[in-house]
Nanobody, 115 residues
């Protein structure tokens, strides 16, 4: 069993920054990929960024240049650095970890960007 916990969300003014963390614990051997998603009220959950075990990353176009994903394999942790935040970035941000072809979700962390 794998337990995934996000942290780092909060309230920030437009133009500000936040750094989200996603920590995986339990049977975390061979974490293949971490993915960040977000879900705003009334919207579907959408993919934001991913990082695989070899360090390759992918960031969706609408946050590219503002958001950066990174990881620390030794700590089984992934990070999402969010800069130049906009009110439309307001959402619950979820982390997903894939371990041995099983997918595990965290409970989410709220990010609110005020204008």
């Amino acid at each position: 069993q794998v337990h995934v916990v996000e942290s780092g969300g909060g309230l920030v003014q437009a133009g500000g920054s936040l750094r989200l963390s996603c920590a995986a614990s339990g049977s975390t051997f061979s974490i293949k990929v971490f993915r960040w998603y977000r879900q705003a009220p009334g919207n579907e959950r959408e993919f934001v960024a991913s990082i695989i075990s070899n360090g390759d990353t992918n960031v969706v176009d609408f946050v590219k240049g503002r958001f950066t994903i990174s990881g620390d394999n030794a700590k089984n942790t992934a990070y999402l650095q969010m800069n130049s935040l906009k009110p439309e970035d307001t959402a619950v941000y979820y982390c997903n970890a894939v371990v041995r072809d099983m997918s595990y979700w965290g409970q989410g962390t709220q990010v609110t960007v005020s204008s």
